[in-house]
């Protein structure tokens, strides 16, 4: 089988995954392109399960192309409309949360937002503190208790779209916006790194400790919180070879300061996925 992805400006990407009987073959696009005849394509031989056994089973809905939550007449139950797929073969899917639901607050939004996000204020608290709503040119923050309500004291920048929020160190909470990375202290200080002039973020990723973001055209900066809780940037930057589409920083593993990857993608005429060690 093979599965072919093409870009407005032109350039292609491409996967391919060769069935072999009774090999299978997964390779990249120029390593069977251009490979030589004397390079031979790695095989290996499925087999059945070991010490593995099916729990459950749970249906996919991908591709999700949309859903809506709604309770039906009489009943104070939420269902879960979901649009899966696209031409003949989408479905509609009607789900039930297996545990009971109940709607603690509504608030009206005045747009339609393009990203959300939930945050601690510090790592101890048993619950989110805050609901960050992102719209297309501004930040919505929304503190959660017996209502939601609109504050002003958050310590997030409001007048500009936000890419990224999450809660950073054992007190502080991130925000990362095109013009730079906002790092809010719990003793209210805020520390803001700005984009250099005439670029802006595009992309962003974040752990407990460490922060990856991308600038446009394609440079990618990292940042790690040191002891005192000061976020700092690290000199040595990654230039790719085009823009960058997504960043995936994986989680610190127990007993650890730091985790040492990270995935970046970017299109140009290939998807490439980068690894990076940091230490």
Known sequence: MRSN?????????SFFFFLLSPFLCCSSFPFLQFRSKTEKVPLFQPHALSRLGVADEIQSLSPLMDLKVMSQPNDDTPLFYAICGRGPKSTLRILRHGLEVTEQASSRLPANPIAIWTVKKNAREPHDSYIVVSFINATLVLS???????????GFFGSTPTLHVSQMGDDGMLQVHPGGVRHVRGDRRINEWRAPNGRIIVRATANERQVVIALAGGEVVYFELDDSGQ??????RKEMNSEVTALSLGPIPPGRLRSKFLVSSSFSSLFFFFFFFFF
Request: proline letters at 0%; a negative charge.
């Open 144 to 154: 959660i208790g017996d209502n939601v309500e609109e504050v002003s004291d958050s």
């Open 5 to 13: 992805s093409r870009q407005s400006n032109g350039s292609s990407s």
């Open 231 to 236: 976020l700092n940037e690290f000199q040595d």
